[in-house]
Structures are given as C-alpha cells and as structure tokens.
C-alpha cells in the first residue's frame, strides 16, 4: 500500500481530551477510533495517534484498534513519538518530536516502508532537519491561531510555509488553524498537505464518526478541487 501520488495528503491527529464522549476513559476510546474510522472513510491519507500521556500498553491497544478501523479505506496510521510502539503494533510509521530519537537512528531500526516525519516550527529547523536526512515528510506548525496551543503562541503564517516549502526537498505539510476555508492557500503556498485536529471534531451531540467522515470529506473535496485548479505545482507528497 502506498500513499496517493496525485492530490495533496490530509492528516488526522489524534487528540482525545477534544473529545466529549462520557465519564469513562472507555467511553472516550471508542469514541476515538470511531473517529478514526470516519476520517479515514471520509479520504483522510494519514492518521498520527497524538496520545502523548497514554502508558505504552494502552498506546499500543489504541493504535492496533485504529489499524483496524483505518485498514479498510487504505489509510496509514502513525505513531506520535513512540516508534517502539508503533513497530510492536505493526503501525505504518512514527512522526518525531524535538526530543524524540534522531530520524536516521529510527530509520535504522525501522523496517522497510515505514514512515519518518517530524514536527518543525521555523525555517532554520526545517533546513537543519532535512539535511540530515531519514525523513520522508516535514510538518510545519502552528500556521494560523488554534486551540492545541496556548493562548498567544506565536504562529508562522503562510509566507514562512511557502519559504520552506521551496527551500527543503522533502514534503510539507501543514498544521495549526486550518479550516476548510484555509486549504486552497496552503497548497496555493506549496504544501503537500495538511494536517488537522480540530477540523475533524465533532460538535457536542454529535457522533464522532460520522462528523469525522463529513469533514474529511469536505476537506477532501476543498484541497482537491484547489490542486485541480493549478494553486500547487508539483506535489511535494510524490516522495511518500
């Protein structure tokens, strides 16, 4: 299985405390992986587990569940940070943290095909990263304001997005803010995609999967319909 070479990638990133499904941490995971389900139904490429304060066992169990929910529609599911946990749950690859273990040391252990992305937050990174090789992706945050950050975090904008789109020989995606409405500038700008938590969330009442579905769908059809218009020019996300 590989991912799309024709249309610009859509990321799902995982974030379970968003999520309002009862009392019960139970309650909560399956809610999850429900939303898993739908983003991946909905066109959704990637899903990364962001579940930083799980112990491993539980990481493990929800990655494996997600595999399952994900396997049907063909999405790749990844694995925030723990790329010990993503080996054991047999996951499509890890997306690395600054404190996480250099790329080229996880790319020596990993098997053949798994995926090596990292989050960068400015140009001089995202260059001193790409140089050094083992990556397959980038993901470039926070662009725009958003809640998965604290109030007045300081954000990158889209000029900064085209800068190191241009300048790394390696895929782009972009994160933090991004609405429906937002998608057609980020590939105008260069990315190979995008990445999203909030624009995959249900509202209150609502069922996570489904909810997930519909905006994975309409995310779909936005980012599609802006390549389709010549807004990128070739897609960085040929190398995944």
């Known amino acids: 299985m590989s991912l799309p070479r024709h249309r610009p990638l859509l990321c799902l990133v995982t974030d379970r405390a968003r999520l309002r499904a009862g009392t019960g941490a139970g309650a909560v995971t399956d809610a999850l992986v429900a939303l898993v389900g739908g983003a991946a139904r909905g066109g959704v490429d990637l899903i990364q587990i962001r579940e930083r304060d799980l112990p491993a066992r539980d990481l493990l169990t929800l990655v494996e569940r997600s595999l399952d929910a994900a396997r049907e529609a063909g999405a790749r599911v990844i694995v925030n940070d723990r790329a010990d946990v993503a080996m054991a749950a047999g996951a499509h690859g890890v997306h690395l943290r600054a404190d996480s273990l250099a790329a080229p040391r996880v790319r020596a252990l990993a ?130």
Do not use: N, W
Request: aromatic share 4%; with cysteine.
């Open 111 to 240: 098997p053949p095909g798994f995926l090596v992305g990292q989050s960068v937050h400015g140009e001089a990174e995202a260059l001193a990263l790409a140089a050094r090789g083992g990556l397959d992706y980038l993901m470039l945050g926070p662009l725009f304001d958003t809640l998965s950050k604290p109030q007045g975090h300081s954000t990158l904008g889209l000029d900064l997005l085209a800068r190191v789109a241009r300048l790394v020989d390696l895929p782009v995606l972009a994160i933090g803010g991004l609405t429906h409405e937002r998608l057609a500038a980020i590939v105008e700008k260069g990315a190979a995609g995008a990445a999203a938590i909030g624009l995959f969330m249900p509202m209150t009442g609502e069922d996570p999967g489904a909810a997930a579905q519909d905006a994975a769908r309409r995310a779909r059809a936005a980012i599609d319909a802006a390549c389709a218009a010549g807004r990128s020019g070739t897609l960085s996300g040929d190398r995944l």
